[in-house]
Structure formats: structure tokens, C-alpha cells
């Protein structure tokens, strides 16, 4: 039953691989997010689709391609992975694009450490 | 590029004490937001403020939106070990497309 699930949960990988993070809402919202959150617990937001279109496309580098198949699914491709982009990836999603009175649901992260 | 200034960033207390957390912004808010995040798991909703001067109560945990609408703050009476992990607040421009977000207190409560 749950409501946001992204997998994977843990992600280890070497310096230059693609790898890809899933996303799955089973809510009926409209609207999915990727955020970036650091080591320091900041969260970041990186992308926000809003039925399938590209709404927020935050100062993310190129390497990161977000990929909305349909409005309950949100993946997240990254190619050449680097260093820095170790950090934990959560998915979420809201009701409506509008936030006034939609707030967000998160799933439970995955955590990339790229070495 | 509005702010939200979150505050204390880290606070450790016994069980039972009382405790003050602060969101402020100089711009104002059409709602705000708090979350809780525990290790290994995303941020959960507590609650969303959307009048100013507004005030919600959840069990111990009172949620305060400033009458401006520029500032939040979450009291927490009698702490209790549950009540320890990361408190987010966030905030919902007038633009409402994307919420801007406090770097969180980490909050640790000691039996």
C-alpha cells in the first residue's frame, strides 16, 4: 500500500556509470518531484512534472534526465555519475501543481554514493 | 530569491522539556508547511498553515503562522523520545509552483 515507492533504495556505483532511479505514486496526484537532498539534510528540488510535462527544471546539470512514461511514474537517469552527486534522491508528489493547500508525499529515498 | 530562515539547526534536550523551533522569511507565504523526517525515510506532513496568525494543534505539537504571513514556528510541550528526528518547514510563494524550504532542525530528545 504504499503510497510513493522508489527504488532503488541503495545505490553503489562507480565514477562515469548511467544508472537510472525508479519512482511509482499510486495517489492519483498530478504532479511528481525529484529532490536532491545533501549531506548537510538540505532538500533541493531538481524537477517537477505536472501530468507527464516538464513544469520545474531546476539548475540541474544535463546528466540528469527525468523520464515521465505516465502521471504515476517519475524516473530519474544519470549519466556519468560523478563524486558529488552522492547524496540521498527522493521522489514525492503532490495533488496539484498549485502547493497553496497540496502538500507533498515523499517516498523513502535512494541512496546513491558514487566512488 | 526568497528564504526561509529555519532555526535552532540542531537541538538536544532531555525528555520533558519544552522546545521553540523558527521558520522567518522577509517574504510572505501563501501557506507553510512542516514536515518530520526520520532516518531512512522521506519528510511526513505534520501540518499546513494558511491564515495568518493561524494556530493548529496536533497532540503536543502547536504550529504558529505569523499574522504577516512571513514566519512560522512549532512549540513542542513535554518532549518525548519519539519526538526526535529532522523538522522541515516549507513555504509556498504566491507563485505557488515550487515551495522554498527551511535546512531543517535536527532535534534530539534524551530519556
Known amino acids: 500500500d504504499t503510497a510513493v515507492s522508489q527504488t532503488p533504495k541503495y545505490l553503489v556505483t562507480q565514477m562515469g556509470n548511467d544508472k537510472s532511479i525508479k519512482c511509482e ?91 | 530569491t526568497q528564504l526561509l530562515e529555519q532555526s535552532p539547526q540542531f537541538l538536544s534536550i532531555q525528555e520533558g522539556e519544552n522546545l521553540t523551533v523558527y521558520c522567518n522569511s522577509s517574504s510572505v507565504f501563501s501557506s507553510l508547511q512542516w514536515y518530520r523526517q526520520e532516518p531512512g525515510e522521506g519528510p511526513v506532513l505534520l501540518v499546513t498553515v494558511v491564515t495568518g496568525g493561524e494556530v493548529k494543534k496536533l497532540k503536543r505539537l502547536t504550529f504558529q503562522f505569523g499574522d504577516a504571513r512571513k514566519d512560522s514556528s512549532l512549540h513542542i510541550t513535554a518532549a518525548q523520545p519519539g519526538d526526535t528526528g529532522l523538522y522541515l518547514c516549507a513555504g509556498a510563494p504566491d507563485s505557488n509552483y515550487q515551495l522554498i524550504w527551511g535546512a531543517g532542525t535536527k532535534l534530539i530528545i534524551k530519556p
Open chain 1, 25 to 115: 505514486q499510486n495517489l492519483g496526484h498530478d504532479t511528481m518531484y525529484w529532490y536532491k537532498q545533501d549531506s548537510k539534510k538540505f532538500l533541493k528540488i531538481m524537477f517537477s512534472y505536472n501530468n507527464k510535462e516538464l513544469i520545474i527544471n531546476e539548475t540541474v546539470p544535463n546528466r540528469f534526465s527525468p523520464k515521465s512514461p505516465d502521471k504515476a511514474h517519475l524516473n530519474l537517469h544519470i549519466n556519468s555519475l560523478e563524486l558529488g552527486d552522492s547524496a540521498v534522491y527522493f521522489c514525492a508528489s503532490s495533488q496539484a501543481h498549485s502547493l497553496y493547500n497540496s502538500p507533498l508525499h515523499f517516498g523513502n529515498g535512494t541512496r546513491l554514493t558514487v566512488t
